[in-house]
């Protein structure tokens, strides 16, 4: 019986699918090691870290913004701006009566946002619209970096004017000013958003 031919692959047919969204992810601020830093507020806000979408369209790109892995990772929008806030004194008691002394807060502030590269083929039309929404998104973003420095400075004067009173008081006087400008400076953030429509106004 004669050999027959070895059995042969069959031909796979293999399409390109372009890429869409490329991102190294996305890391929350950590929060700032206060051990050598001045007193009063020291603030580090990192540039903004993206993940880059692809398109020949504007339809094409606002699919790529909508899926990307890591901007869904991240959350709901388009963008993010986060903050962690950490803070760190000296409680000094004098005859029964505490003070704060050598109050340092620590504000870590970093984004998240879409890049776009437009390419030779790119319409100049797509190009411009694309310069416009990504400044226009940056402003959004930057006005929740300026909310999160102001309110953080506004938590590092309130700690270093709390003054000298009984150590058991003073003691819920600092947490409850710790808590109340959390409060506020996450109000002040949601407040922005509502008013912008999360940007889409501006």
Known sequence: MAAGAPNQPAAVATIETPKSCTSAGYTLPNALSLTSTATGLTSVIDPPTHYEVYGSSLSALRIAVLNCPARRAAGS??????????????????NGVCRLENVRVGLHVNQFMPMFSPGSTTPPSVASTWDAYSQALKTHEDGHTALDIEYATKLATALQNTGDMNCATLTRQTQSIIDSHITMLNTANELYDSQTNHGATQ
């Open 77 to 94: 929008y388009h963008a993010l701006t986060a903050y962690q806030l950490n803070w760190a004194y000296t409680p000094v008691a004098t």
